[in-house]
């Protein structure tokens, strides 16, 4: 059996061509995370590079500095098996529509969303 190798890459190396892929990273709060890049985006604060990563299988970001290490594995060749980069597991060919609103009842204006006070309690 053939073992896995971890790689480390610099944050200043993340392309479009990592997005889809498992990767590790340490946080800022010391916490080590894995997880499926969705998107990333780099930006500046207060004059420094900052990428913003964003996961795919929950709704999860993460704010990283430059310096900072991505670690991803390399898997030996598996024909049965994707290696590290996202394979959808269904696709839609029509697009998915929501039912028809219902018609609100009456005009609705900013009076209308105050219960009105029970008669004699005012």
């Not at 190396?13 to 997880?35: A, Y």
């Not at 991505?70 to 024909?79: K, T």
């Not at 529509?97 to 005009?107: E, I």
Request: charged content about 20%; overall charge neutral; aromatic content about 10%.
């Amino acid at each position: 059996m053939t073992r896995s190798r971890m790689t480390e890459t610099p944050i200043e190396d993340l392309d479009l061509g990592w997005i889809g892929m498992t990767i590790e990273v340490d946080t800022p709060d010391g916490s080590q995370v894995g997880f499926r890049l969705a998107r990333y985006e780099k930006t500046t604060r207060d004059g420094e590079p900052l990428w913003i990563l964003f996961s795919t299988d929950h709704p999860w970001r993460t704010e990283l500095t430059a310096g900072t290490k991505i670690r991803w594995i390399h898997r030996p060749a598996d024909p049965g098996r994707p290696t590290g980069y996202y394979v959808p597991q269904q696709q839609y060919t029509s697009p998915v529509t929501a039912p028809p609103a219902a018609p609100a009842p009456g005009q609705l204006n900013p009076s209308s969303w105050v219960t009105p006070p029970a008669p004699g309690t005012r």
